[in-house]
T-cell receptor, first 115, second 112 residues
Framework: DAGVIQSPRHEVTEMGQEVTLRCKPISGHDYLFWYRQTMMRGLELLIYFNNNVPIDDSGMPEDRFSAKMPNASFSTLKIQPSEPRDSAVYFC?????????????FGPGTRLTVL | AQSVTQLGSHVSVSEGALVLLRCNYSSSVPPYLFWYVQYPNQGLQLLLKYTTGATLVKGINGFEAEFKKSETSFHLTKPSAHMSDAAEYFCAVRTGNTPLVFGKGTRLSVIA
């Protein structure tokens, strides 16, 4: 398996622009997670899905952030409009289940810079 | 709710020296514990995990961790550091079906 795939790997945009990050989970995994990593706040869980349905979006910072999972093999995280404080590395992860000893597999991340 | 505290945001060791990265957890029920490693410009990957049973867990690349319930700790060790071990290490905890809760991470530097 190719692992979790994220695109783009790097994104540089200007404040106010819309940004869309993409993720393809490992085939057969029922859970998908979006994380944000910054120096100040560490690794934060933004939202996670089970069988394409959002389960918990309490980590989404504000209404400017939205996430969708239209099918089992694709998810997007959108920021509209983007702000400089959104600059971070965004990770997508997937797992077979979400509990017990199940392992989360992370993608390589998207480094977002908002100027 | 569970939480994880990693003591020391940055640890520096000499090549060949013992590596000790500290992790303490807080949980009202028996936890599942994990260590992940993040190499520069990469995602996190699993080093090892504690489930139940043996309290000493062996992982990849010569790392191991010991679950000590009385101390609520799950410290990560490696007898002899290698240059390739330089990375960021994250401790994480989960109870039941809750999502993983990660610590802030510890950056390990290895000096030649």
């Amino acid at each position: 398996d190719a692992g979790v795939i994220q695109s783009p790997r790097h994104e540089v945009t200007e404040m106010g622009q819309e940004v869309t990050l993409r993720c393809k989970p490992i085939s057969g995994h029922d859970y998908l997670f979006w994380y944000r990593q910054t120096m100040m706040r560490g690794l934060e869980l933004l939202i996670y899905f089970n069988n394409n349905v959002p389960i918990d979006d309490s980590g989404m910072p504000e209404d400017r952030f939205s996430a969708k999972m239209p099918n089992a093999s694709f998810s997007t995280l959108k920021i509209q409009p983007s702000e400089p404080r959104d600059s971070a590395v965004y990770f997508c992860a997937s797992s077979l289940r979400s509990g017990g000893t199940d392992t989360q597999y992370f993608g390589p991340g998207t480094r977002l810079t908002v100027l | 709710a569970q939480s994880v505290t990693q003591l020391g945001s940055h640890v520096s060791v000499s090549e060949g020296a013992l590596v000790l990265l500290r992790c303490n957890y807080s949980s009202s029920v028996p936890p599942y514990l994990f260590w992940y490693v993040q190499y520069p410009n990469q995602g996190l990957q699993l080093l090892l995990k504690y489930t139940t049973g043996a309290t000493l867990v062996k992982g990849i690349n010569g790392f191991e961790a010991e679950f000590k319930k009385s101390e609520t700790s799950f410290h990560l060790t490696k007898p002899s550091a290698h240059m390739s071990d330089a990375a960021e290490y994250f401790c994480a905890v989960r109870t039941g079906n809750t999502p993983l809760v990660f610590g802030k991470g510890t950056r390990l530097s290895v000096i030649a």
